[in-house]
């Protein structure tokens, strides 16, 4: 079985860290979730380069980055494939609000162009992967039809294999929108 780069069911001894046990079960399964761990420890070294004069954008940083895998976390906990999916679509805004702070970081010099940089790969993959797993959860729902309460899991890998590689990150808005049951009208007066 081929192992994804990053994905903590690498074997021990490799430089990544220990994933879950065989017996776990849960969110920490979710790759989606590992990913959004991931970027959380690697913004940390940025938020502890802000300095104290900024205090503010270093907490909502961390804020922002931590809400990522949280939500993932406690929509997977709950019930129903609609309720993940809402919480999915949050940690997916949380996302962007991580993106918008490194902007910020980056743009006003107040921590190097470099540490900002190197982040970056990780907040892609990890906003790739989140829109793999809601689309998944979104064809999920519709093909079910089942608003019912039961656990939530999902299908090894199959958001992973699904998810369009050629997608930018940035295009997830008009995907959210194009696909959203809403229909947005223009009357003119």
Do not use: C
């Not at 991931?38 to 913004?43: G, K």
């Not at 709950?78 to 809402?86: F, K, S």
């Amino acid at each position: 079985m081929m192992k994804e780069p990053g994905a903590r069911n690498q074997e021990p001894g490799d430089g990544q860290q220990p994933g879950p046990a065989a017996w776990e079960s849960g969110f920490r399964r979710v790759i989606a979730w590992q990913k959004a761990d991931d970027l959380f420890a690697a913004v940390y070294p940025v938020a502890n380069a802000i300095p104290n004069r900024d205090y503010w954008l270093r907490s909502q940083i961390l804020r922002a980055a931590r809400s990522v895998s949280a939500n993932i976390a406690e929509g997977h906990g709950r019930g129903t494939v609609r309720d993940y999916i809402r919480f999915l679509e949050t940690a997916i805004s949380s996302l962007n609000e991580v993106e918008n702070d490194l902007h910020l970081l980056k743009r006003n010099e107040i921590v190097s162009s470099t540490l900002v940089d190197s982040v970056e790969p990780m907040r892609v993959e990890t906003g790739k992967v989140l829109t793999g797993l809601l689309r998944a959860m979104r064809r999920k729902l519709m093909s079910n039809g089942d608003w019912q309460r039961k656990q939530v899991s999902e299908g090894k890998g199959i958001y992973m294999m699904e998810a369009d590689p050629e997608l930018e990150f940035d295009d997830v808005a008009s995907w959210l929108l194009a696909r959203s049951s809403l229909r947005l009208e223009v009357t003119h007066g």
